[in-house]
């Protein structure tokens, strides 16, 4: 730190005379040694070093100063959004706190494999004890949740399992908090409550992974409204609405000059900005998610009606929801304001362009005639409970893959937000989450609260209370899983491998495994919510999948069998059968002699491949630690077989078994 000179008067060897005076760097200006410490190059460990020179470095490399705020922000860029510029906090303490979090919080990521590895595999399935672990650490929460997201953000092909366990933790502690901010939002006066920020709550709760926000949402249709304030200005450049400043509370009082707002915005919404309804794929939940209908410039009746609805009200025009049966409108009133006569309102199909109906020609959208009652405005509260209606029907025509059943989960999740007491939705959640084998302690809850409703309901909340309790003590005493090794005699005739990338040979006509058991779950307690026309469909030959589980023999049920043709195979049910994850984002159980190595391997874009595999290696995938746990010979079989299909060596290149075994102990001790 300190270098010493030639003293006064003093010449050095080349005659250059120096002063005498001993030069240090801790006589520099303290803001230039905070610039000095703050180059991109050193790192928090560097400024520990640096920090124990001596009392002035410390002092310089204190808490609340520059050198800890630069690193800091360096190494969590994403958490800058939760401070103000220039705000002056201990910088020190925040780095020790944050960089705990992370350990703790991949510490526990780590650990939920060996715990849930062992349980039978279910769609959306819910790790409830791990999330209390999160939130038990009493740590600030955008701490956690950027560990979380700084994990899914790392090497793609790698840390597999990690990513997996992440993301589901992730995915649930956000719907935790929108769930908290849709509670809030229920507790305003109803006339505060915007039916735009209710739909976001809906969507954010759907797609918890995605980047929504209010304000995004509403730039965009500020944006929107700009366009037909330019449209407006053409043809009455004096209108009052062009003086109306965003955010601000104005209705336009004359009937002419609301007529000209809706023109503009029916001529800007649907003939410039191409806006229409999804007549041709109606069933699709991006319909109904705002963010989704502004990407596409498509919806459905509800969800075009509360974007028609917001950007009217920002141009000074009240119009209303209405919840007609099949066909969600608005009403524009064309007299006094709040009459009860239905023939005073023009109603506005949203879905149809905009198009104005009278309160007869309402009925025939649909076909017949309704009560007046359908013709009433209703209340932001109404308008999102069908809209999460929507959702949950969409749900109960899934086809019991992952993406259907976690829009069921969701869409119940937040109807009884909205609705908490509905018996019928309640008893629907418990059947779901009992049958999926997910969260018993919640069906419990679920089941007690039905009961304090309607005590009717004792016969099913009794057969689902004694069914769970056994789960509960069946989870206390898990069975010990099956360890299958190539080498012993009865699994010879076995010849792939788990993380082999296949290919399907040809067509074949049913189920995967996992519909076939819902369908027969579904007939024992009539949880209607798989379309049974359905159970049984073509399957197309070709897919692509990846090996995670195989048996000697085929272990479905006869019925299985049957309903598969397997006795139309060559070696029927007396082959090999391999659990294999499909790139559809099915699971599948395949015979040995319908699959085939894949000529050119591709990554498998499965949302359960984390569950089993802890890498991505170009032509297979490397089982991770549980995985490998369960079939203890197969990697080694995997690295051979791929050797032998992929990476033949050429002379000169090395050897090749010292090469394979290199490899193997590699990955055999990767991090999880």
């Not at 001993?22 to 040694?33: N, S």
């Not at 730039?219 to 330019?230: N, R, S, T, Y």
């Not at 004096?238 to 809706?262: K, N, T, W």
């Not at 309402?362 to 017949?368: N, T």
Request: proline residues 4%; charged residues 20%; contains cysteine.
């Amino acid at each position: 730190m300190a270098t010493s000179v030639a003293g006064e008067g003093q010449q050095s060897l080349n005659g250059i005379i120096f002063d005498t005076q001993t030069k240090k760097l801790t006589d520099l200006p303290t803001e230039l040694l905070e610039h000095i410490l703050c180059f991109p190059v050193l790192k928090h460990l560097d400024i520990c070093n640096v920090s124990c020179c001596c009392k002035r470095l410390h002092d310089v490399c204190h808490g609340r100063g520059k050198v800890w705020g630069h690193q800091y922000k360096l190494r969590w860029p994403r958490l800058q959004r939760f401070y103000r510029q220039n705000e002056c906090c201990d910088w020190l303490r925040e780095y020790k706190t944050r960089h705990r979090v992370g350990i703790q919080i991949r510490r526990t990521v780590e650990s939920i494999s060996k715990r849930f590895f062992t349980e039978v595999p279910c769609v959306g399935q819910v790790l409830g004890d791990s999330f209390a672990e999160i939130e038990s650490l009493g740590m600030p929460e955008h701490f956690c949740e950027d560990e979380l997201l700084f994990i899914l953000n790392s090497d793609k092909r790698k840390s597999l399992t990690l990513k997996y366990y992440a993301k589901k933790i992730l995915y649930f502690l956000r719907q935790q908090n929108i769930l908290r901010s849709l509670k809030t939002f229920l507790e305003q006066p109803a006339e505060q409550q915007s039916a735009l920020e209710g739909a976001i709550l809906v969507d954010q709760y759907c797609n918890p992974l995605a980047d929504i926000t209010l304000n995004s949402i509403s730039a965009q249709l500020d944006e929107i409204a700009e366009k037909v304030k330019k449209m407006l200005g053409i043809k009455n450049p004096s209108h009052p609405s062009l003086r109306i400043a965003q955010g601000d509370c104005f209705v336009v009082e004359d009937f002419e000059l609301q007529r000209q707002v809706v023109c503009a915005l029916n001529s800007v919404l649907y003939e410039q900005l191409q806006y229409k309804g999804n007549e041709f794929d109606f069933y699709n939940p991006l319909n109904s998610y705002i963010h989704q209908v502004l990407l596409r410039r498509t919806g459905i009746p509800i969800s075009l009606s509360v974007l028609y609805m917001t950007l009217a009200r920002k141009l000074g025009v009240h119009v209303e929801p209405v919840n007609f049966p099949n066909h969600f409108l608005l009403r524009w009133c064309q007299k006094q304001t709040g009459s009860e006569d239905i023939y005073d309102y023009v109603y506005i199909d949203a879905f149809g362009k905009g198009k104005q109906l009278t309160a007869k020609e309402c009925e025939y959208l649909i076909g017949h005639q309704v009560t007046a009652d359908y013709y009433s405005a209703i209340s932001t509260t109404e308008v999102l409970l069908r809209m999460v209606g929507n959702l949950l029907n969409i749900g109960k025509r899934g086809e019991g893959n992952e993406k259907s059943y976690q829009l069921l989960r969701d869409s119940l999740d937040l109807y009884l937000t909205i609705n908490p007491d509905n018996v019928q939705y309640l008893l629907l959640q418990a059947r779901l989450y009992f049958h999926l084998g997910i969260w018993p302690e919640k069906v419990l809850d679920i089941l007690q609260h039905i009961q304090a409703l309607d005590p009717s309901q004792h016969g099913a909340v009794g057969y689902l209370v004694q069914h769970t309790l056994e789960h509960i003590q069946h989870k206390k005493h898990p069975v010990t899983p099956e360890v299958k090794k190539r080498s012993v005699s009865e699994h010879l005739e076995v010849q792939y491998s788990v993380g082999l990338i296949m290919k399907h040979k040809r067509w074949v006509t049913g189920t995967s495994s996992t519909t076939i058991l819902l369908f027969v779950n579904t007939s024992l307690c009539n949880l209607l919510i798989v379309c049974l026309a359905r159970s049984i469909s073509s399957d197309r030959s070709g897919y692509n999948c990846v090996i995670y589980g195989w048996d000697p023999k085929c272990t479905m049920s006869q019925e299985w069998i049957t309903t598969m043709r397997v006795h139309q195979l060559s070696n029927g049910a007396n082959q090999p059968f391999y659990n294999v994850l499909v790139q559809d984002g099915t699971c599948r159980y395949a015979a040995q002699e319908n699959l085939e190595p894949h000529s050119a391997p591709l990554e498998i874009g499965h949302p359960e491949v984390g569950r089993y595999f802890s890498e991505f290696a170009d032509t297979h995938y490397f089982a991770n630690e549980e995985l490998q746990t369960r079939y203890p010979e197969d990697m080694v079989e995997t690295l051979g077989t791929v050797q032998e299909l992929y990476h033949r060596l050429t002379p000169g290149t090395g050897d090749q078994d010292q090469a394979l075994a290199t490899d193997q102990n590699n990955h055999h001790t990767m991090p999880m």
